[in-house]
C-alpha cells in the first residue's frame, strides 16, 4: 500500500512565501515523476510544476520566476517553494506521484489528500 502524504499548506499575506512537502511511502519500487497541482473552487485541477527523477523541472507559466520544485529522492519526498504569492495561489495543492509498487509493473499515478493554501490581498 502506498500513502502520498502533503503538508506545509496555510493562509498567507500577498507577497509572502510558503513551502509544500510531500512524501510518498509503502511499498514503493520506483518513483518517475513527481508534481504539484492545484484545483480552485469551480475550476479544474491543473499542474503546477513537475520533477522527474533526474531532476528536469517544468513549470506552468503562471508560476514561472515564482515557485521552486524540488525533490529529495532518497527521501521519497518532492518540495514546492511558493514566492511572491498571489491572491490567483489560492487553491487546494495536490501531490501526484508517478510509481511502480511491482518489478513489472507501468508507473501508476497516486494522490495525495491535498493542502489548501489562502493567499490574501
Known amino acids: 500500500q502506498v500513502q502520498v502524504v502533503e503538508s506545509g499548506g496555510g493562509l498567507v499575506q500577498a507577497g509572502g512565501s510558503l513551502r509544500l512537502s510531500c512524501a510518498a511511502s509503502?511499498?514503493?519500487?520506483?518513483?518517475?515523476?513527481m508534481g504539484w497541482y492545484r484545483q480552485a473552487p469551480g475550476k479544474q485541477r491543473d499542474l503546477v510544476a513537475g520533477?522527474?527523477?533526474?531532476?528536469?523541472?517544468n513549470y506552468a507559466d503562471s508560476v514561472k520566476g515564482r515557485f521552486t520544485i524540488s525533490r529529495d529522492n532518497a527521501k521519497n519526498t518532492v518540495y514546492l517553494q511558493m514566492n511572491s504569492l498571489k491572491p490567483e495561489d489560492t487553491a487546494v495543492y495536490y501531490c501526484?506521484?508517478?510509481?511502480?509498487?511491482?518489478?513489472?509493473?507501468?508507473?501508476?499515478?497516486?494522490w495525495g489528500q491535498g493542502t489548501q493554501v489562502t493567499v490574501s490581498s
Open positions: 520533477i522527474t527523477s533526474g531532476g528536469t523541472t
Open positions: 501526484n506521484a508517478d510509481l511502480t509498487t511491482a518489478r513489472w509493473e507501468s508507473p501508476r499515478p497516486y
Open positions: 509503502g511499498s514503493i519500487r520506483s518513483i518517475y515523476t
